[in-house]
């Protein structure tokens, strides 16, 4: 196998796998549902939406985009457009680095999943 197809096998592993950590989140008193959709032309969003008891959407996502000779990697937390944590978008050449930086960024959603949920429904109470 070419390097190149090394590296969109790893990138598929590394995006299954940040799939399944934030699918693996869950609230007792929250329904989720998990996505995963392609982002033209060459990118890829997956994440977990949550549905809070008064009806607002609480999105937790990670994104790749790739462009040119770089790697474009964000994440996001943010509540009917509110942004609740802001993985800033990184930028790198390298398909090794842009794994890592995917796996840091669901690590850090999956890590804060469970606060932000609880603070958004201290505030319906």
């Given at each position: 196998?070419d ?7 790893g ?36 994440g ?63 890590g ?5 949920i ?5 505030e319906?109470?």
């Open positions: 196998m390097s190149e197809s090394l590296a969109a096998a990138l598929l592993a590394a995006l299954s796998r940040v799939a399944e950590i934030l699918a693996e989140l869950r609230h007792p008193f929250v329904r989720s549902r998990s996505f995963t959709y392609f982002l033209p032309p060459a990118g890829a969003r997956t977990i939406l949550f549905t809070l008891p008064d009806g607002r959407e609480v999105r937790f996502a990670v994104s790749v985009i790739a462009s040119g000779d770089a790697f474009h990697v964000d994440g996001v937390a943010e509540a009917e457009g509110d942004v609740l944590l802001d993985l800033s978008r990184r930028t790198t050449p390298d398909i090794h680095a842009c794994l890592a930086v995917l796996d840091d960024y669901a690590g850090e959603l999956a804060e999943a469970g606060r932000l609880e603070e958004l429904l201290d319906i109470v």
